[in-house]
């Protein structure tokens, strides 16, 4: 009787235990999958050929300022045995990031004391795709970042162009902004330039401007009929023109 008893006894304690057991497979299992299902917006972690494709073969040591999932970065590193480290603003992108780069930052850009993790002149390229129209003062972001910006480096931006007919029409004949989720609207937008803005940006910086390429759209989300956008670009080139690639350079001030 004693022995039923026991076994028993040890038959639901062993029960017990691999239900406990199980339910903790389950739950690490279930946030794994969590962590695997976090899906980010394909306009924010997409690699961006453009931006790629101006950045010289030459540079050994990158910054990605707006890094997000390392994409980009990535892309850099396999083609130009590369050290890149980021910038990233979204923990969750960040993490991602990590994965991929040699060093990633969480943080506010605005905020983050650059001198605590890099020292001076360090950077070949310091990249900032879609960032600075985000920040309250890009500005004094993009003056910092010449600190960290070696003597022969270049600094690549893309900046949507607010001067986009769009823009002029929606305010013209609709008396209307028209903020959007993405694209030149963006809500999350602070700042708006248009190519002459950028170039008072860059001068204010102490960079000058020696490439300037245009991606263009008739309408801001992709469509088929933006292949035509470029064809008429040449006639209305700033109306079109969806966003500015910019390269840029310390400007020369030896014997000033």
Not at 47 to 64: M, Q, Y
Not at 73 to 95: C, H, L, P, S, W
Not at 108 to 120: I, L, Y
Request: glycine share 4%; aromatic share 10%; hydrophobic share 40%.
């Amino acid at each position: 009787m004693n022995l039923q008893i026991y076994s028993k006894s040890a038959s639901k304690c062993c029960n017990s235990n691999i239900m406990k057991t199980a339910y903790r497979h389950r739950s690490r299992k279930t946030n794994a999958t969590k962590m695997a299902a976090v899906k980010f917006d394909p306009s924010y972690v997409d690699v961006r050929n453009d931006i790629l494709n101006l950045v010289p073969e030459k540079v050994r040591r990158v910054l990605d300022v707006g890094c997000s999932t390392g994409a980009l970065g990535k892309k850099i590193k396999q083609r130009n045995t590369t050290e890149v480290m980021g910038v990233e603003f979204d923990e969750q992108m960040a993490k991602v990031a990590r994965e991929k780069l040699d060093r990633v930052i969480v943080g506010d850009v605005e905020k983050v004391n650059f001198e605590e993790h890099f020292p001076a002149e360090y950077f070949d390229c310091i990249i900032f795709a879609d960032i600075l129209e985000h920040l309250k003062n890009p500005w004094e972001v993009l003056k910092n970042a010449t600190n960290f910006l070696n003597k022969e480096g270049i600094i690549l931006a893309s900046i949507p162009n607010v001067r986009h007919y769009t823009t002029i029409t929606n305010l013209l004949f609709k008396g209307y902004w028209p903020y959007r989720d993405r694209g030149i609207h963006d809500k999350t937008h602070l700042r708006f330039f248009t190519l002459k803005n950028i170039r008072e940006l860059f001068q204010y910086a102490g960079l000058e401007i020696i490439r300037t390429e245009r991606n263009y759209r008739i309408i801001e989300r992709p469509h088929l009929i933006n292949i035509c956008a470029k064809c008429f670009g040449f006639l209305f080139k700033d109306l079109l023109a969806f966003q500015y690639l910019v390269v840029a350079e310390k400007k020369n001030t030896e014997g000033l």
